[in-house]
């Protein structure tokens, strides 16, 4: 599962490089919880099943009217050699309001942007760190759209 998921980050790390308008690639059940959240978010534009036997989709990617990606990167934070642990009172000391933190913890898996951390008190190990480019208001509004 993990391995998968790491492919479907670099596959959209490198689309958002090249600029791509959509890729493809194959998913799993986490993956497609991930894409959903992405699609929520307002990070992607949607996707679609290309062949659901196999489990490939095609996600559309989404850009700012400047061209940039929204998806500014996608981080894996802990590894197996080193992993990461954060209180919640550490969590909320950050002070970036746009990032996705993926956070695993005894309760289980949780994907989390800055308010709901503050809001549920969670801490944990963060996994990964999806960070949004910075956009004002009307621009963010726009491109939930």
Do not use: W
């Not at 791509?20 to 990070?43: C, H, Q, R």
Request: glycine share 6%; hydrophobic share 35%.
């Amino acid at each position: 599962m993990k391995n998968l998921l790491l492919n479907n980050f670099a596959s959209l790390k490198t689309s958002h490089l090249s600029k791509l308008t959509s890729v493809y690639m194959y998913v799993n059940g986490a993956s497609l919880n991930l894409l959903k959240i992405f699609e929520k978010e307002g990070l992607i534009r949607g996707f679609k099943y290309v062949d659901t036997t196999k489990g490939l989709l095609c996600v559309y990617l989404k850009y700012m009217p400047t061209g940039n990606s929204v998806i500014k990167d996608l981080l894996c934070v802990s590894t197996t050699k080193r992993r990461l642990y954060l209180k919640s009172k550490q969590l909320s000391k950050i002070n970036d309001t746009l990032n996705l933190y993926f956070i695993s913890n005894k309760k289980g898996d949780y994907i989390l942007n800055q308010a709901s951390v503050k809001q549920l008190g969670l801490g944990g190990e963060v996994k990964y760190i999806v960070k949004v480019n910075n956009l004002n208001h009307n621009l963010r509004e726009l491109l939930k759209k």
